[in-house]
């Protein structure tokens, strides 16, 4: 809770200085993890509000499907088996970043959970049944895997 309430808005706003600063290029990429009744893997952190779809940042000589692959075993113990469509590459220019977010269908998985300290619950869910939190960036993207519909450029 001090963590959320207190230490974290310190932290965003002394990264947010930065990137209005240095302006980085960051990568991304997160999974669209479908299970056989369509409904969609979401996590809630621990450090941050709100429902997302799994995922983080692209370490140093790790492609960005590698990064999905660990992301989504790191956080909430799936491991991807088989294809994992590419559905596209967002720009994500929020917070005064320059981030890049490559997103990837997952149906073809494992899952063996296991304890997170960066994940406080995670589950899947039908697109009406979204958690309350869910973002807004999320809803959109669940909706356009659901419906197949052209993903944008913007995240």
């Known amino acids: 809770m001090i963590l959320r309430r207190i230490i974290w808005p310190v932290v965003r706003f002394f990264l947010q200085l ?12 997160r999974g669209v993890v479908q299970d056989g009744d369509g409904r969609i893997l979401l996590v809630r ?13 692209v370490d140093k000589n790790e492609t960005l499907r590698e990064a999905m692959v660990r992301e989504l075993d790191e956080e909430v113990g799936v491991l991807v088996r088989g294809e994992a469509p590419l559905i596209g590459v967002f720009a994500n220019f929020r917070e005064h970043k320059s981030d890049h977010v490559a997103l990837y269908l997952v149906r073809d998985y494992e899952m063996e959970p296991r304890p997170n300290r960066e994940i406080a619950e995670f589950g899947f869910f039908h697109f009406e049944e979204a958690p309350e939190g869910t973002t807004r ?17 913007y995240w």
């Not at 930065?18 to 990429?29: D, Q, S």
């Not at 999320?138 to 419906?147: A, D, K, N, S, W």
Request: no cysteine; glycine share 12%; net charge positive.
């Open 18 to 29: 930065y990137w209005r600063i240095t302006r980085p290029l960051t990568a991304g990429a």
């Open 137 to 153: 960036s999320t809803l959109t993207r669940m909706r356009e895997v659901l419906t197949s519909s052209p993903p944008p450029e």
């Open 45 to 57: 952190h621990t450090y941050i509000p709100g429902w997302y779809l799994p995922g983080g940042g």
